[in-house]
């Protein structure tokens, strides 16, 4: 493609919403252009990388025995009602009507989908173990889009649904998937990290998070250098604190704390270390309409911080159905005082306790009164929660779960998930094969989602520098770009038309900038687009010389025309796949 001819549209300024390095550059390059928050369009420069995306995705799958479908993004509600997502998904399900006021949905996710044509076509044995997936337009009505494609309100995805008649099939299909992602991920260049992940509204038992590491990244992994321990910091299990057998419980007593509203505050006060108090966190619950329902006081120690996404689970809810109490509100319904709330003396709420605080002694905690809090404080004879489960966040330094060595954080983007849904949808929308002597069982499902979109911004985030984007060649849009110093010089116009034609016949995708432009502005806008080889055809041209150079490199080589091409080829030949 001659440039001349290229709609192409760089930016030299960064655009004022853009934030993070992905997002700068796909709207600089003007490989993406965004049309209203969320929701953006490729133009041609990063349609040809994302097709090259989705090709190694659809080759990946296809080797995996996985066959290619394609549903349509609008789905009818009565799926979701089956399946009880339609009230369960919460607001970034992006509902729509009819002309009649029939609802649907603009799909999120298809697991409902799948799920109705297997039970419509599937229904012996014989039929399975059944991979279907297709690369398809996906709708959450997000409620903070940013990032540019990491977190849009439309984008694609690559979704795969597995279906096998017992746990053990759906165990192998679960690691097909698992080493093709494991594949794909390292041919689109990405350093990623599969990690153990929550299950979320899509449901199942079992899952892991391919995430691409990066600090700009929302996801939050705690990971063991000791042992192979990796999760996500919402899934991590965190080890309870040895409990304290052997110490006598003392009389509980009340104690004047005047104006310490905080766990420091308190802890400082009384001369206590903050492991040895108890944190109050209160919440109200909403039920799948929407309506208030019910308070929650969840409690940890005083040193730890809750775990959103565990303290839902026990609660066996959605995470759009909690947020903070109005203190006050919650204040008359259940006697908790801002500032001084235990779980002493509560009424009329959940009290949630996190799973180390039984097996400690002698903590302090509010009173539930102003300026006051009570020393003391014993499980099961002064307090107990209606639910005990492990609801306390895995901090950097605490001990792994697995090993007991010390846990490392890092930041990355979720490129991927993997789910074992089991009998989750199969179960509810009814979708059961016979055996070999007529048996009826659910069918066993899995379920897994490549944001396509999504990793492309990954790729850039993890691929550049100051000047740009620094493309692995398997997702380049264009291996080689030809920057033609001076057009109207014609020994430098024949030489770079030659290695235009040699390469393209050697099946290299090439770009020729031959504008009418400044050779500043074409390097500059070469190393913008981050094509990993440039060939600079100028002065030596007529001598038969040209540069090379990579975008990954800083050296520039002077070699002839013949090498360069034979040098191009030979790289684009070894890395074309990743
Ligand atoms: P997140 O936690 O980031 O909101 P998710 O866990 O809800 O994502 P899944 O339901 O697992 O997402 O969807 C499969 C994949 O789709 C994700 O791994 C991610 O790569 C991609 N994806 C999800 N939401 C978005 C979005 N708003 N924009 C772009 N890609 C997305
Ligand atoms: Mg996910």
Redesign the pocket.
Known sequence: MKLSQMYLRTLREVPNEAEIPSHILLLRTGMIRKLVSGVYGFMPLGLRSYHKIENIIREEMDASGAQEIHMSAIQPAELWQESGRWNAYGPELWRIKDRNGRDFCLGP?HEEIFTDIVRDGVSSYRQMPLMLYQIQTKY?D?ARPRFG?????E?V?KDCYSFDVDEEGLDRSYKIMYDAYDRIFRRCGLNCRPVEADT?A?GGSNSH?FTAISSVG?SEIAYCEHCDMAATVERAECVDAAPQNDVEALPMEEVETPGTKTIEAVADYLHLDTTQTIKALLFVTYDEEGEENGYVAAFVRGDRECNMTKLVNALDIAEHQIAFADEEAMGSATGCVGGFTGPVGLHDCTIVVDSELPGLKNLCAGACKKDHHLINVNYGRDYTGDIVADIKQLKEGDPCPVCGAPVKHARGI????VFKLGTKYSESMHAYYADEKQQEHPIQMGCY???V??TLAAIVEQHHDDDGIIWPVSVAPYHVIITLVKPQDEAQAAAAQKIYDELQAAGVEVLLDDRKERPGVKFKDADLIGIPIRITVGRLASEGKVEYKLRREQDKTEVTIEEAIEQAVALVNAERRG
């Open positions: 996710t959450r997000e494609l990491i977190r849009s309100r984008f995805m979320g899509i998070e929302e979720e490129v991927g998930q989602g490549i944001g979109t999504r």
